[in-house]
């Protein structure tokens, strides 16, 4: 069996049918046993910052008037867990209990069953606070149905909005040997370089979005499309299907807009003994990006 990507083993039971269950979820809200992750301006709390894990609070209702909404994201061994968010306050509060850090700084660190609860929260929250509005007739929304739908509060219009996730395709392009293509976003770390990557568009299929996004990028033809697994990415909101896929031309034009570090190809044997420096460095190692690496260069 193939390993796992990071974020994507739950640890938890979404138990999506009970988000309906109002009398449930008050029962639920009224008891001290229950959980909440909290969450503040994106940052997940964590008891210890250098060796991070999930990190709940046990339900403390006074909590519950400081955050404007309140997610059910389900169960771990029948305990309600639920995500507050805390962003009003000026400065980051329960200092008690640990600090909020940015799950994209410390999501490498985490134990794999802890991330995708870290990451349902924080991308339900970062949902929430962008669609406070209904994009049909601009009325105010509001959460319903333990936070996983939000209705406009104008009874004429009474439209339902959804969490929203953005798919992007990420895939190696290999030339059939023993080389990958490899660009640089000026965003990522110093001397970090990764595969590439789009979101797909409107009306497009996945396949179609991989061999676009390479000829838009760095100019080459691809054929053997396979698609490898997927990743819950949420920086903000995105999921990344990775593929492979072999290139049948092999001169790159490079997109500089996109790739302002540029792109080349990299052998299996400098990939090997990457220098992991300011010059060259492997993606990092919770993105489905080293994965795909890892495993071609193992092939
Ligand atoms: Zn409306």
Redesign the pocket.
């Known amino acids: 069996m193939k390993s796992q990507n990071f974020y994507d083993r739950p640890g938890f039971d979404r138990a999506g049918h009970l988000r309906r269950e109002q009398g449930w979820l008050l029962e639920r809200i009224a008891d001290k046993k229950s959980q909440l992750v909290p969450i503040w301006r994106s940052r997940n709390l964590v008891a210890d910052a250098q060796q991070p894990t999930l990190t709940t609070i046990s339900m403390d209702t006074s909590l519950l008037e400081r955050s404007p909404v309140l997610v059910f994201l389900g169960l771990i061994n029948e305990v309600a867990h639920f995500a507050i968010d805390l962003s009003a306050e000026s400065e980051p509060p329960l200092k008690e209990f640990g600090s909020f850090e940015d799950l994209r700084r410390i999501g490498p660190l985490l134990p794999r069953d802890e991330g995708s609860l870290m990451a349902f929260a924080r991308a339900h929250m970062t949902w929430h606070k962008r669609h406070l509005f209904?994009g049909?007739?601009g009325?105010a929304t509001e959460s319903r149905e333990g936070g996983h739908v939000r209705v406009?509060k104008?009874e004429n219009?009474n439209?339902h909005c959804f969490p929203r996730i953005d798919p992007a395709v990420i895939m190696l392009i290999h030339d059939g040997k023993d080389r990958v293509v490899l660009g640089r976003k000026k965003t990522m770390q110093p001397g970090q370089h990764s595969i590439l990557a789009g979101f797909v568009e409107p009306g497009e299929s996945l396949e179609n979005a991989v061999a676009r996004e390479i000829f838009e990028e760095v100019g080459l033809e691809i054929t053997d499309i396979e698609y490898h697994s997927s990743q819950p990415w949420p920086f903000p909101a995105n999921i990344m299907l990775g593929f492979t896929a072999r290139a049948t031309t092999f001169d790159l034009t490079v997109d500089y807009n996109e790739l302002e570090g540029g792109a080349q190809w990299f052998s299996r044997d400098f990939l090997k003994n990457s220098p992991e420096n300011d010059t060259f460095r492997l993606p990092r190692r919770d993105s489905i990006s080293r994965r795909l690496m890892n495993e071609w260069i193992d092939s």
Do not use: Q
């Open positions: 209904c049909v007739c009325s406009c104008n219009c439209s």
